[in-house]
């Protein structure tokens, strides 16, 4: 009897509990004492095996309160998810149903790339894909080409090589002589003389155009000059021929031809 009346309170107090919480289905306070009364004061969960049938008694501490067993966490879990399968399923929060529990913690679930066997699975087997395939001949390599590209190739690679050698030998030089190398100051020296004689070169190669400019200048006047005498002598001659032809009222026909050869030519 004493058992049917404490299932019949705990049923009473879990009913009452989820009618007091159903108005408020917005508000997560009333739900969350719903759960904490259910996993509390229910007796209805199924006990520990290895709980007295009297452990009820003594699981009050004390002050009073009531502690809380692994049996009565699994009672809450149970009741948990009744909750969940109620018409309350709806509105109910797994965050809400905690408040104790500040935060929750999720695990990933581990992907098939980021799995070491599997990765390594993967590679050796396309490693050893790889061994059993054939080497081909890579493109870059003078086997597709003729014979005689083979020769060039050698040539080209000795050059290359003794051009690595003559750059290493120049380091290492430099490094031997130090930061203040004579060898280096007499170069700077002579650069700086060729560089003068040049700067002074080009002055004197810009005052030498300019007196080719002139000269030339003055050759094209002298010439201008010269056409113009011998033109005025070319008309002092014709009056001179005209004034003998007046002075003579006739004359012979060799200076008659004469006279209109020389005329015809100029």
């Excluded at 709806?90 to 104790?100: G, V």
């Excluded at 500040?102 to 087997?125: E, N």
Aim: charged share 25%.
């Amino acid at each position: 009897q004493k058992k049917s009346g404490r299932s019949l309170s705990s049923g009473q107090l879990s009913n009452q509990a989820l009618a007091a919480s159903l108005p408020d289905l917005s508000r997560p306070a009333p739900i969350a004492t719903a759960q904490a009364r259910l996993s509390v004061d229910s007796g209805s969960q199924p006990r520990c095996p290895s709980s007295p049938l009297g452990a009820d008694a003594n699981q009050s501490g004390p002050g009073g309160r009531k502690r809380i067993s692994a049996c009565s966490l699994n009672a809450s879990g149970t009741e948990t998810s009744n909750l969940r399968s109620s018409p309350l399923g709806a509105s109910f929060q797994p965050d809400l149903a905690t408040p104790n529990r500040s935060r929750s913690v999720s695990f990933k679930p581990s992907t098939p790339s980021l799995d070491t066997p599997r990765l390594m699975d993967k590679l050796q087997r396309a490693s050893s894909q790889m061994c059993a395939e054939q080497p081909r001949a890579a493109r870059w390599t003078s086997l597709n080409h003729n014979s005689d590209s083979l020769l060039q190739h050698g040539e080209a690679m000795l050059k290359e090589q003794n051009a690595l050698e003559a750059r290493a030998n120049l380091f290492k030089e430099m490094e031997s002589e130090g930061v203040t190398s004579p060898l280096r100051q007499h170069i700077a020296r002579k650069i700086r003389g060729r560089l003068r004689e040049e700067q002074e070169r080009d002055g004197q190669g810009t005052l030498d155009q300019v007196e080719i400019q002139q000269r030339s200048i003055n050759i094209r006047k002298h010439l201008g000059l010269m056409y113009n005498l011998r033109r005025e002598l070319q008309v002092l001659k014709r009056n001179a021929f005209e004034e003998e032809d007046d002075g003579k009222s006739k004359l012979d026909p060799e200076q008659a031809f004469l006279r209109g050869a020389w005329m015809a030519r100029q």
